[in-house]
């Protein structure tokens, strides 16, 4: 299962982490990633980490702004946000893949958490 967390209302140019954690199941071995989906759109990919850290993966539209890293210890995949703009508001899903390097491609990855809503108001 995975656990999605920290979402909330923030100002244009503000900041904002998501959590995501893992329980049961294997996901601690896992790609985890992030992806988001605002209203009348489609999911989109927004960051992806290897088990390792070695290969992590960002959308352009957030290079530079946003970092994604993850706990082993925690089972736990976290999203910092920073500069954040109002066309970063979005329900935020965390999810996690087999294999060993993320991807952007949405349809690879196999499980899935709830979201959580970030607002960020201009």
């Known amino acids: 299962q995975l656990q999605a967390s920290g979402g909330g209302l923030v100002q244009a140019g503000g900041s904002l982490r998501v959590s995501c954690a893992a329980s049961g199941g294997t996901f601690s071995g896992y790609p985890m990633g992030w992806f988001r989906q605002a209203p009348g759109k489609e999911r989109e990919f927004v960051a992806g980490?290897?088990?390792?850290?070695?290969?992590?993966l960002y959308a352009d539209s957030v290079k530079g702004r946003f970092t994604i890293s993850r706990d082993i210890a925690k089972k736990t995949v976290y999203l910092q946000m920073d500069t954040l703009k109002p066309e970063d508001t979005a329900v935020y899903y965390c999810?996690?893949?087999?294999?060993?390097?993320?991807?952007?491609?949405?349809?690879?990855?196999?499980?899935w958490g709830q979201g959580t809503q970030v607002t960020v108001s201009s």
């Open positions: 999810a996690a893949k087999r294999g060993i390097n993320p991807t952007q491609d949405m349809g690879r990855w196999d499980f």
């Open positions: 980490i290897s088990l390792s850290g070695n290969s992590i």
